[in-house]
Nanobody, 116 residues
Framework: QVLMVESGGGSVEPGESLRLSCAAPENMFTIESVEWYREGSGKERELVAGIDSDGRANYAESAKGRFTISRDVTRTTAYLQMNNLKPDDTAKYSC??????????WGLGTQVTVSF
């Protein structure tokens, strides 16, 4: 089973930033599209942001204006830049990436905690 490698989570204070990464292990494939999800304690899983093969991005209302999803030029790593973080952003963030054959790959997630 191929798992995406997620990193960049951590504990920060409100207003600070984090950049999450989602990488194809050993650059095994190029990421055509990717979605970031999060699941907070006691909350349902939420789609935070996505980017398609043409580079078009979409965001949850809660993420608009604060989060930016992107891919690197090699398309083997995707990112979620999160600015002005709020306590409500506390959650486990995970990515689901798809290759050219639309096969889906996901990771184990990375924890983001926002608190004073």
């Amino acid at each position: 089973q191929v798992l995406m490698v997620e990193s960049g989570g951590g504990s920060v204070e409100p207003g600070e930033s984090l950049r999450l990464s989602c990488a194809a292990p050993e650059n095994m494939f190029t990421i055509e599209s990717v979605e970031w999800y999060r699941e907070g304690s006691g909350k349902e899983r939420e789609l935070v942001a996505g980017i398609d093969s043409d580079g078009r991005a979409n965001y949850a209302e809660s993420a608009k204006g604060r989060f930016t999803i992107s891919r690197d030029v090699t398309r083997t790593t995707a990112y979620l830049q999160m600015n002005n973080l709020k306590p409500d952003d506390t959650a486990k963030y995970s990515c689901i990436a798809r290759d050219k054959g639309l096969r889906a790959y996901w990771g184990l997630g990375t924890q983001v905690t926002v608190s004073f």
